[in-house]
């Protein structure tokens, strides 16, 4: 594979970290072993990147840090302004990036992060192929499910649905999607809007993976055999989150007494959820976990049978990937990534059509797992498999810098 010299976009890139700024930095550490890469970024993310170079460096990597103007900077303090940080970052970045293009010849220019369909990239404007994303954001809670959110919860979902669909507006998002020689969608909610905002050749995949280090972790974690059946969810209790959804179907489920369900997190929803666990005759069956270190949190679901993720709007659903590289097979309703990653040999994907359907379908996913203690092997080694074939940065990487060469060599087939 011949070594391209790439400019990749990362808002957000910092080593040992989840969430965006872990795609951003994985993605290039992986890409720098076949190619070139120089990298934009932010001037907040240089010491943790310094830090982690200065013990593990990377030949062929390079950081270029750039800001908006200083006033934006300090408006934005514990990002007050984040996504106008974020947008008017993007047009110092173009600048920079147009210098650095004079001066180097980029064979191929990539936004990596944020993964944010209705902001643009103005990396677009190079005159050179550009690939972006994958990008999320398009994905909403199906209206069916409104009806159990609060007045502020359906505020939020009005809110962020008009602040998605006036990104939408802005003729620079048009000309990201129009310009991109490859536009790449979390979901298939997020790929309807990329083709309807211009782009021509679309692919769906997640912007999610794993390292060979925290699949080892996880697999290590996973070896504990918990004792006696326990389901677990994982995650900021917020509305959308939907693990209400999960206690009325554990309380639907026809479980064993001794069965428990475990939540753990912390968020606005916490005084509902646990007065609803009371409503419905399970509080003594359902512990609630206060938010806690990764050590922590992973040591609870090695103690655990089984992940219930039912989340109603999530471009990612990075603990789904967690629970199948621990052995943990996986429930969660079929949207969003989640739906993407879960297969029917490692999990259920549950129908949401109604509330009802949802509920009947998730309880029946519990009980069939609860009283076959060999399909939840089974699916569990599933899961394994597939994190280690689909999601591991290794593989991802690798697949990336042949994406390029592809690119490059003008071999890119529409899907």
């Known amino acids: 594979m011949k070594r391209l010299k790439v400019l990749v976009s990362a808002y957000a890139c910092r080593p040992s970290e989840g969430s965006e700024p872990g795609v951003g930095w994985n993605v290039v550490r992986e890409l720098v072993k076949y190619h070139d890469i120089w990298v934009l970024t932010r001037e907040d993310n240089r010491a943790s990147i310094e830090t982690e170079l200065a013990h593990n460096p990377l ?45 180097l010849e980029f064979d191929i220019a990539h936004h990596v992060t944020y993964v944010r369909y209705s902001t643009p990239s103005f990396l677009a404007l190079l005159p050179i192929p550009f690939v972006w994303g994958p990008v999320g954001g398009a994905e909403s809670a199906p209206a069916v499910f409104w009806t159990d959110f609060s007045i502020r919860g359906k505020i939020y979902e009005t809110l962020r649905d008009l602040a998605r669909r006036i990104g939408e507006l802005d003729p620079f998002v048009h000309m990201t999607a129009q310009k991109s020689i490859l536009a790449r969608g979390t979901t298939e909610d997020t790929t309807e809007r990329l083709r309807k905002l211009g782009a021509q050749t679309v692919q769906t995949t997640s912007q999610l ?39 009325k179907a554990f309380a639907q489920a026809e479980l064993p007494e001794d069965t428990e369900y475990w939540i753990i997190g912390d968020g606005p929803e916490r005084s509902p959820l646990e007065n609803l666990a009371k409503e419905l005759g399970i509080h003594s069956q359902v512990k609630f976990w206060n938010k806690l270190s990764r050590s922590e949190t992973l040591q609870k679901l090695a103690d655990c049978s089984v992940l219930v993720h039912p989340s109603l709007h999530e471009s990612g659903g990075l603990v789904c990937l967690e629970a199948m590289a621990a052995g943990r097979p996986v429930i969660c309703l079929n949207l969003g990534g989640p739906a993407l990653q879960v297969t029917p040999e490692n999990g259920f994907k549950v129908s949401t059509q109604s509330r009802e359907l949802a509920t009947q379908e998730m309880a029946m996913a519990m009980k069939t797992l609860a009283r076959d203690p060999e399909l939840r092997t089974s699916m569990g080694k599933a899961g394994q498999q597939r994190v280690k074939e689909c999601y591991s940065w290794v593989v991802r990487g690798k697949d990336l810098a042949q994406l390029y060469e592809l690119i490059v060599q003008n071999k890119i087939n529409k899907r």
Not at 67 to 75: C, D, R, T, V, W
Not at 77 to 94: D, E, F, G, S, T
């Open 209 to 247: 993976g794993l390292s060979d280090e925290e699949i080892a972790q996880l697999v290590r974690y996973g070896k504990t055999q918990p004792q006696g059946v326990r389901f677990i969810s994982m995650g900021r209790l917020l509305h959308w989150k939907g693990f209400h959804l999960g206690l």
């Open 59 to 103: 030949l062929g990597l390079q950081f270029i840090y750039c800001e908006p103007p200083a006033l934006i900077q300090k408006l934005n303090h514990n990002q007050r302004l984040v996504y106008l940080h974020y947008y008017l970052w993007q047009i110092k970045a173009y600048s920079v990036a147009k210098t650095l293009h004079s001066q």
